[in-house]
């Protein structure tokens, strides 16, 4: 038996029997202790080997609630499978092409198996219609309890997480139970985790590596109080987050950028001191990738007033490929920004730091960069030139990383792709260095804007549009136009309410403008104004520079 399940059932019959997680907050929570989710997955594995799952088989999986999923991704790892949270449709989604899209990633993962719940039961119809099998999981969890977990070891898959790019071209990281045990174990000791005392709270999506594997895997293998609500609640009500932490004395919790900029915006208008209680956290990550210093000192500032303390900030780095995470800044340090001369960064790919004091520090001749830690125990990063040469501290290129969480691979439409070179390092296309053992991110090479020899990072422009009075928070968008060739420019596509006013339009436009150059000493070819929604996003809530770029071509290259 795998290390990871050993250890999952261990706690499931140890501290499992006291501690659990509770779900269908705010309407009607229910708590179940992890021993009693094991027993349902228990029942549910039951079910799928008596079904004739195969063991080494990939199970596809379409559900919101997280009572039904807990149990489902154990229950398939007992059985000796390997699970895929599918993508969710949304009211907008065309359901035809999603139920393409869906046959071909059951393709790619070699599943003809969906098991299927609440909300998306209903959409049994749809996969009828296009011959998909599946089974839904309340149904499953009637079973008779499987006698014993399906022996796998080490090098087995565990999961099969689909990425965050088009849907049109899918892949999944390949994590083995290897990968999983060695991350989730380094992740535990890195955060000094306790099963005695942390509470984590968490609305993240299941089909996003941080929601399935920080905020559901970790506390049910190591056996941790978990508060968990979907997307959907959050964003239907974003002070659920504070109340939840409040409620339930959450210590440990998680979100993107734009999470904490709404709710920071959103705690700093509430007129009662004494609504929420936030003295009890002790951790709140944030590992997107850069870390937007204004939202997060935003969130720190509105969550004071509620006791909140400024050094449960937890910067991070992550990606899927390293299972989940890569690298935690020291506990109880808060975020620390290292500000660097802007012209070196972007001309000669050096971070040469500006000390305190330094009268440039709040100008637009500086960037400021999240420190993100060391790598976690069992991992190694490097920094590496456009040559291949290795670099040293506080020289910029890009990060690549080895060791036992990394995936040995993904899984595509065209078969499997080897991810690891002959040392066993993975390019993670992602651009940063290294400050005493620290990693620091810049952004992704493929997002790099590059003018004049100049290499203008995108997260730069849209921190300075998203300052403009009237852009959503995280709906701004810096794209690159011809790129590769010596005429490349940039536009910035952002959303706004006032969208439709054309004189607010203008306005938004005209200081976008300006903001933008007066940051980077470069003016963007267009400025486009739209509807709030319209940005492209991944399922996880990112917007896409790609697939915004190719949508509004044609109205950038009008300059218009």
Request: charge should be negative; charged fraction near 25%.
């Amino acid at each position: 038996m795998s290390r990871f399940v050993d250890t999952m059932i261990a706690s499931a019959q140890a501290d499992g029997t006291q501690r659990g997680m509770v779900t269908g907050e705010p309407s009607e929570p229910v708590r179940r202790t992890w021993a009693e989710v094991h027993g349902r997955a228990r029942r549910l594995a039951g079910g799928l080997t008596g079904g004739g799952f195969d063991p080494g088989g990939a199970v596809a999986v379409l559900a919101a609630a997280p009572e039904l999923i807990a149990p489902t991704v154990q229950g398939v790892w007992l059985a000796g499978g390997s699970v895929t949270m599918l993508h969710q449709p949304t009211p907008r989604t065309d359901l035809a092409d999603w139920a393409a899209d869906t046959l071909q990633v059951l393709r790619m993962i070699g599943s003809d198996l969906v098991l299927l719940g609440e909300p998306f039961d209903q959409l049994a119809p749809v996969l009828d219609e296009n011959g998909i099998q599946y089974r839904t999981i309340e149904t499953l969890l009637d079973d008779e309890p499987i006698a014993e977990p399906v022996a796998t070891d080490e090098d087995a898959l565990a999961l099969l997480q689909l990425t965050s790019g088009s849907t049109a071209e899918p892949k999944a990281v390949r994590i083995t139970h290897g990968n999983l045990y060695s991350n989730i174990s380094a992740m535990a000791r890195r955060s000094e985790l306790d099963p005695g005392s942390d509470v984590m709270v968490s609305w993240l999506p299941t089909f996003h590596d941080m929601g399935m594997v920080g905020f559901l895997t970790v506390p049910m293998t190591f056996g941790i109080e978990l508060v968990k609500v979907t997307p959907v609640d959050f964003l239907s009500a974003p002070l659920l987050w504070p109340e939840l932490i409040t409620r339930y004395g959450g210590t440990i919790t998680a979100a993107p950028n734009f999470a904490y900029a709404i709710v920071g915006r959103r705690l700093a208008r509430v007129d009662d001191d004494d609504a929420y209680d936030l003295s009890t956290l002790r951790i709140a990550l944030n590992g997107a990738e850069p870390i937007d210093e204004t939202a997060v000192a935003a969130f720190a500032d509105a969550g004071g007033r509620f006791g909140m303390p400024a050094e449960c900030v937890f910067p991070a780095y992550g990606l899927a490929e390293a299972t989940l995470a890569v690298s935690f800044a020291p506990l109880s340090t808060g975020l620390t920004v290292d500000v660097v001369e802007a012209g070196p960064l972007e001309s000669e790919d050096r971070a040469v730091v500006v000390p305190e004091g330094d009268t440039r520090r709040g100008t637009e001749q500086v960037r400021g960069f999240a420190v993100l830690g060391r790598p976690l125990d069992g991992i190694e990063a490097q920094i590496v030139g456009n040559g291949g040469d290795v670099l040293g501290e506080r020289e910029v290129g890009e990060i690549r990383l080895r060791g036992e969480a990394i995936t040995p691979g993904y899984l595509t439409v065209d078969g499997p792709v080897e991810t690891q070179d002959a040392g066993g390092w993975f390019a993670t296309g992602d651009i940063g260095y290294l400050v005493d053992g620290q990693l620091v991110i810049c952004g992704r090479s493929k997002d790099v804007i590059i003018l004049g020899g100049r290499n203008i990072y995108p997260t730069d422009i849209e921190r300075a549009a998203s300052s403009v009075d009237g852009v959503r928070a995280g709906n701004a968008v810096a794209v690159r136009l011809e790129a590769g060739t010596r005429r490349e420019r940039f536009a910035v596509v952002l959303e706004s309410k006032a969208a439709g006013d054309e004189a607010e339009e203008s306005r938004i436009v005209k200081e976008v403008t300006a903001r933008v150059r007066d940051t980077v000493d470069a003016r963007p070819y267009a400025v486009l104004v739209l509807p709030t929604g319209s940005l492209p996003k991944t399922p996880s809530g990112k917007v896409q520079r790609g697939a915004t770029a190719e949508q509004y071509r044609e109205r950038m290259d009008a300059g218009a």
